[in-house]
């Protein structure tokens, strides 16, 4: 029964056993995951990007507490190669939010980070950085406040986890810049570019003296750069810079003042000035970031200059560069500058100016230095033409060069010329009384041994020598105005009077000639007096109070022709601290007819010599402020002599001068000195009242007239009334054509007496 089964059983084969489960080998799970990984990581690097531009812009709101607010054109991310792109960036102030922080807007066009080492950043090691590139920077900002941080170093401000960062380069490229520093002052750029190599952000960096601000080379360039500061405008054309060469050029500089130039004085200093070009070399910029200056060479070329002179004088140039420790330079050079100063009487001005000083450094020991002058071992200058007024606006002093050296001590100024700046009559009637209307030309004048360190230091003039060459003096006065109520200036003692001491071994005068024009009250014709080939030294020129030789007396000595026809030897000895002005002059004038004196005599006295001939006079005399008292000896022959009249406008005999004439010289005038070849020569008595109102040669005048006139045999008291000045009017006469005073019934009245 068994065996017969059906037949669809008898054919199934019999069920193998089962297999057991498949599994991935550990290379697929690893695939597996890296595939997961990378879906999950380019899931992450989508979101990152944007991520990123929300967090920066939520960032600047809340450190800023809502004053700015930021905005991300495009951000790109690549951290594979380190890389982060920033583009269209705009920071914008959101006014309606109060703050201590300024208004500004910021637009930066493009920020590049490359080659950022992730990896050190996760181990909080130092972070390399390949390049650090910001362009197309535009800044509009006023003023930010002071910073608690400011003075903290930047590498101190990195996360804690960042022990520092080391960047290859770091460019900004094309920045625009206006900012306002306060309502007045504001800075304005048009382009500038900035580079830096090897920044070093971490302690090591700082700590580094051959780093400039952490890094190892500079370099910047700035066009249209504009300033507003001080009371002045600024403007830069161009400058660069660059550590590597250690060289600053700044090109096209000018400083506008606010306020227009002009000759008054003001508050502080104006300054306007032109400058085509500055170039600084070997320029220490890792010092510079350290508060010291140390730099080679500073060249300014074709400078032109005016300076406003300020009511108080600044302070010293080390206390205004004392926020720098140290200020050192080897070199200044100043090439074809103009300068001129207003505000001042004087009214200096130069032109075609160089200067060089040497190893210059400016701080407090170098100022009080006595081997430097103006911080400086030693200081080289030459001008072309200047010119300074003196006793302003009645003189200008001009020359045509000048050069001096410190370090040699010497001082050479060429083709000098004081003249008046108005006519005579101009200035008698500003000043009111007499003037002396001079004109002094000098070929050369040089010194020798001039210490400049002294004058400085000491505001002492003291030389070895100094060499008057070849002066030509033009003197005029004229009579017909009052004298002068103040006393005269020039007088020996009033040298110790003057703003600074002198201390001068010897002055030589060389070939000098000396003319001298006066009209006398009563005269229509002036006198005219000429001293011509002078020669003369003045040994211990010395007004230093305490000082040993300034209690000897100066000495002295010229030669000189008389009217061209008498030569005069004279030594005059003059202490000048004395405070009664007592000093002794001894002297002769050779053989020359008396007519040379005609042309004094007879306008200013009234007198005229018919004949007469000077063989020998010898004189000695001592001054002091009373008056002037010494003996002429005066050795003559054949003396005539004529009184004139000066009525009608000329000086002529008439009736009445004639016998006076006759009368004086059979009576009075001794025609003879001495009258026998065996008598002995009548000597003549020097006596003289001084007149402290007129210079000390008319006293020197005064005590020869009367000498002389005491030896032609007029009578002590006569010849001393004779000497003396003649009276001058004692209000300012009517003024005619032309500006010259004109003759009138009260001045002829007061003349007459």
Do not use: C
Not at 50 to 69: D, F, I, S
Not at 104 to 126: E, F, I, K, N, P
Not at 174 to 202: C, E, N, P, W
């Amino acid at each position: 029964m068994f065996d017969s089964a059906p037949v669809f059983l008898k054919n199934t084969p019999a069920p193998r056993p089962a297999e057991p489960r498949r599994r991935w080998a550990w290379w697929q799970w690893l695939g597996l995951i890296l595939v997961v990984l990378a879906v999950l990581v380019g899931i992450l690097l989508l979101a990152l990007d944007p991520w990123l531009r929300r967090k920066a812009e939520q960032e600047v709101a809340a450190r800023t507490h809502g004053r700015y607010q930021l905005h991300i054109n495009t951000l790109h991310t690549n951290l594979w190669h380190g890389v982060l792109d920033v583009q269209g960036i705009r920071l914008r102030t959101r006014t309606a939010v109060a703050s201590k922080l300024p208004v500004l807007t910021l637009d930066v066009g493009r920020v590049r980070v490359a080659g950022v080492g992730l990896w050190q950043l996760l181990r909080r090691q130092q972070v390399p950085i390949d390049s650090l590139l910001i362009s197309a920077v535009r800044l509009n900002s006023g003023a930010w406040p002071a910073s608690e941080q400011a003075a903290a170093s930047m590498h101190t401000r990195l996360p804690t986890r960042v022990p520092g960062l080391r960047l290859g380069y770091l460019g900004l490229q094309r920045v625009q810049l206006a900012y306002q520093i306060s309502q007045q002052d504001s800075i304005h750029l048009k382009r500038g570019d900035f580079s830096a190599r090897d920044i070093l952000l971490s302690r090591a960096g700082a700590a580094d003296t051959q780093r400039i601000g952490y890094a190892a080379q500079l370099a910047l360039q700035l066009v249209g750069l504009q300033a507003r500061a001080a009371g002045h405008r600024v403007q830069v054309a161009h400058t660069r810079f660059t550590s590597q060469t250690q060289q600053l050029q700044v090109d096209s500089v000018r400083i506008i003042p606010l306020q227009p130039i002009s000759n008054q004085q003001s508050r502080t200093a104006r300054i306007a000035l032109q400058l085509p070009q500055l170039v600084l070399t070997g320029l220490q910029a890792a010092q510079l970031a350290r508060q010291q200056f140390q730099a080679d060479t500073l060249r300014l070329m074709r400078p032109e200059v005016v300076v406003v002179a300020p009511r108080v004088s600044p302070a010293p140039l080390h206390q205004l560069l004392s926020a720098l420790t140290r200020v050192s330079l080897q070199s200044l050079v100043v090439a074809g500058a103009k300068v001129q100063v207003k505000g001042l009487a004087t009214a200096p001005q130069a032109k075609n100016v160089s200067l060089q000083g040497k190893a210059i450094r400016v701080d407090a020991a170098s100022a009080r230095n006595p081997a430097r002058v103006l911080y400086a071992r030693s200081w080289q200058l030459s001008t072309g033409p200047g010119s300074v007024a003196i006793d302003a606006p009645y003189y200008k002093l001009t020359y045509q060069g000048l050069t001096l050296n410190t370090a040699q001590q010497q001082l050479t100024i060429t083709r000098t010329k004081l003249a008046p700046t108005m006519p005579l009559a101009a200035m008698a009637r500003r000043k009111g009384h007499q003037v002396s209307h001079i004109t002094v030309q000098v070929p050369v004048v040089r010194a020798s041994g001039l210490n400049f360190a002294a004058l400085q230091h000491q505001g002492v003039v003291r030389a070895r020598k100094l060499v008057v060459q070849n002066p030509l003096l033009h003197l005029a006065g004229d009579g017909r105005y009052p004298i002068s109520q103040k006393p005269s200036l020039v007088t020996p003692e009033k040298l110790k009077e003057l703003p600074f001491p002198l201390d001068i071994r010897l002055l030589q005068l060389q070939k000098g000639n000396l003319f001298f024009v006066y009209r006398a009250l009563r005269s229509p014709q002036p006198s005219r007096t000429s001293v011509t080939q002078l020669n003369g030294t003045i040994r211990n020129l010395n007004t230093v109070a305490g000082s040993g030789r300034a209690a000897q007396p100066a000495v002295v000595q010229a030669s000189a022709w008389f009217q061209r026809r008498s030569f005069v030897r004279a030594t005059a000895y003059v202490p000048l601290l004395q405070p009664n002005g007592r000093h002794r002059i001894v002297g002769t004038f050779g053989p020359a007819p008396f007519s040379i004196l005609n042309s004094i005599t007879e306008s200013s006295r009234s007198l005229k010599f018919s004949s007469g001939r000077v063989k020998q006079v010898d004189f000695a005399m001592v001054v002091d402020r009373q008056g002037v008292e010494g003996t002429m000896k005066a050795a003559y022959s054949d003396l005539k002599v004529a009184f004139l009249s000066l009525k009608g406008g000329e000086a002529h005999s008439t009736l009445v001068t004639k016998v006076g004439s006759k009368v004086a010289n059979a009576l009075v005038i001794r025609d003879n000195n001495p009258r026998q070849s065996n008598e002995a020569l009548k000597p003549g008595t020097i006596q003289s009242k001084r007149n402290l109102r007129m210079s000390v040669f008319a006293i020197w005048q005064q005590g020869l007239v009367s000498g002389m006139l005491n030896s032609m045999g007029v009578p002590d008291k006569l010849a001393k009334k004779m000497s003396e000045a003649t009276p001058a009017p004692k209000t300012m006469p009517a003024m005619g054509k032309g500006g010259q005073p004109v003759e009138s019934k009260r001045v002829s009245l007061e003349g007459s007496k």
